[in-house]
C-alpha cells in the first residue's frame, strides 16, 4: 500500500482526493496492524489535507477526522482527541442538525471522552467508549 501512495503522489499529485483516500487507508493498515505511531502522522495529514482540499464539511473530512479520533484514544491520547470530537460535533450539527442521531451520539462520545481525559491518565478503551454511548 505504501508504493501505491508513492505512485498516486508522483502520478496525481499528493493534493488529489485519491491520493489523500489512500494516505487515509495506509494509516488504517498500519492502525490495523497496532502500528499507531506510524498510523497517527498519516491521519493527521490525510484529515489537512481533506479539509484544505475537500472543505471542512466534506463527509470524507469528517471521516476521516473522526478515524484520526480513533487512534487518539486508542494510543491515550485524550488532549487531543477531545478538540478533533468537538470539530466532529460541529461539522454533525451544521450538517445533520443538532437533533440527528449520530450528531446526539456522537456529542455523547464527547461528554464520555472528556469525562475520561479528566478523570484518568490511563483513558479508555474503545469498548468502553461504546459501551457508555
Not at 50 to 56: A, H, K, L, Y
Not at 85 to 96: A, G, I, P, T
Amino acid at each position: 500500500m505504501r508504493q501505491s501512495l508513492l505512485g498516486l503522489e508522483r502520478i496525481l499529485g499528493p493534493d488529489h482526493p485519491q491520493t489523500i483516500e489512500c494516505r487515509n487507508n495506509l494509516a488504517w493498515a498500519y492502525e490495523s496492524a497496532g502500528d499507531l505511531t506510524r498510523a497517527i502522522p498519516l491521519y493527521e495529514r490525510a484529515v489537512a489535507d481533506f479539509e484544505r482540499v475537500m472543505g471542512p464539511d466534506h463527509p470524507r473530512t469528517a471521516g476521516c477526522r473522526v478515524n484520526l479520533v480513533r487512534v487518539y484514544v486508542s494510543s491515550g491520547d485524550l488532549a487531543r482527541a477531545v478538540p478533533q470530537l468537538k470539530r466532529v460535533v460541529s461539522h454533525l450539527e451544521r450538517v445533520l442538525g443538532s437533533d440527528h442521531p449520530d450528531t446526539l451520539m456522537t456529542r455523547d462520545v464527547l461528554a464520555t471522552t472528556q469525562q475520561w481525559a479528566v478523570g484518568s491518565a490511563a483513558g479508555p478503551t474503545l469498548d468502553e467508549i461504546a459501551d457508555s454511548a
